[in-house]
C-alpha cells in the first residue's frame, strides 16, 4: 500500500511539474495579444498581416506562422508546425473538432454577456497565465496596465474634457459607434471621458449608425480610428453633411492610429495612451 502511494504521489507531482506548452497557435488577435503581453511568442496566428494592420501592438515576431484565414485556417500547415495547443474563442467554435485532430484546444472569451470586456480582458490574462504557468506575469500585466490607465485618468482631468464618440468608418455614410460592452468604454469610465453614444450596442459593444447621428450631440469630439476603408477620405472631403457636423466644422475631430476594437487589455492600454497623446494637451 505505502508503494502504491508513493506511485500515485510521485504520478501526481510530476503532472503538477509538468512543463506548460510553449508551441501554441492562436487564431483569435485578442489572445495572440495577451500571449505576448505575458511574454510568449506565439508559434503561428492566423491573418498575420491582418494583426499587423490593425493591431499593430504588441509587434508580432517575424517568426510567427501566418496561418491563413482566422475562419479557415490552413489545417495541413497546422498540422506540419505540431503545436502543443491552440487557442481559440467562442467565435471559433465551429472549428473545433478540425483543430482538435491536431493539438488540444483551449477556447477562451474576453467578450460575454456577463462581464464588461475590460474585466473580461483580466480574467482571460490570468486564465492564460494559469494554464502557461505564467501567474506572475499576468498579475503584472493586469496592474500594469491598471496603473496606466490611472495615470492618463489623472493627465486628463486636468483640462475640460468634451464628450467623445469613439468610431470606425464603414463608408463615407456610415460608422461603427462604440459604446456599452466594448473595450473602449471600459477605457472611457477609467479615464473620466464620458461617451457621447449612450444608446444601444450589440454584444460586441457596437452599433452601426449614419453619420447623421453624430449631430445628436454638437460639443462631442470626434474620436476616429485609423485605417480607413479604401475612398473615405475623399468621399468625406466632398460630403455637404460630413462637412456640416458640428465637430467636423469646429475642428473637434481626431484620427487615432489602429487599435483592434476586440482585443484585451494591451489593446485597452494603447488605447488610453493614444487618448492622452491627443487629448493631453487638448482644452475644450
Sequence with gaps: MRALLGVILSCCLGLAQ????????????????????????????????????WVV?????????????RVE??????????????????????????????????????YSEEQEAYLGA?????????????EGQAETLIARVDQALLHVATRLATRPQAPVFVMT???????????????????????GLRNAWQGHTNYWGFTQQGIDRLAAEPEARLLYLEPLPPGVERNLAASALWQQLPAVRDGRLTPLPPVWSFNGLLAAERFAMLLDQHLGGVHE
Excluded: C, M
Aim: hydrophobic fraction near 45%; proline fraction near 7%; avoid cysteine.
Design 18 to 53: 509538468a512543463a506548460a506548452p510553449t508551441r501554441i497557435a492562436v487564431i483569435d488577435w485578442g489572445l495572440t495579444e495577451t500571449l505576448l503581453g505575458l511574454g510568449v511568442a506565439p508559434l503561428a496566428v492566423a491573418q498575420t498581416s491582418g494583426y499587423r494592420r
Design 57 to 69: 501592438e504588441p509587434a508580432l515576431p517575424d517568426t510567427t506562422v501566418d496561418l491563413g484565414l
Design 73 to 110: 485556417p490552413n489545417l495541413e500547415l497546422l498540422a506540419r508546425l505540431k503545436p502543443e495547443l491552440i487557442l481559440i474563442t467562442p467565435q471559433f467554435e465551429a472549428s473545433r473538432a478540425q483543430l482538435e485532430r491536431i493539438a488540444p484546444v483551449k477556447s477562451l472569451a474576453i
Design 122 to 134: 483580466q480574467r482571460v490574462t490570468r486564465e492564460l497565465g494559469q494554464l502557461l504557468q505564467r
Design 169 to 191: 468608418f464603414l463608408d463615407a455614410r456610415h460608422v461603427r459607434l462604440f459604446g456599452r460592452s466594448s473595450i473602449y468604454q471600459g477605457v472611457l469610465d477609467r479615464v
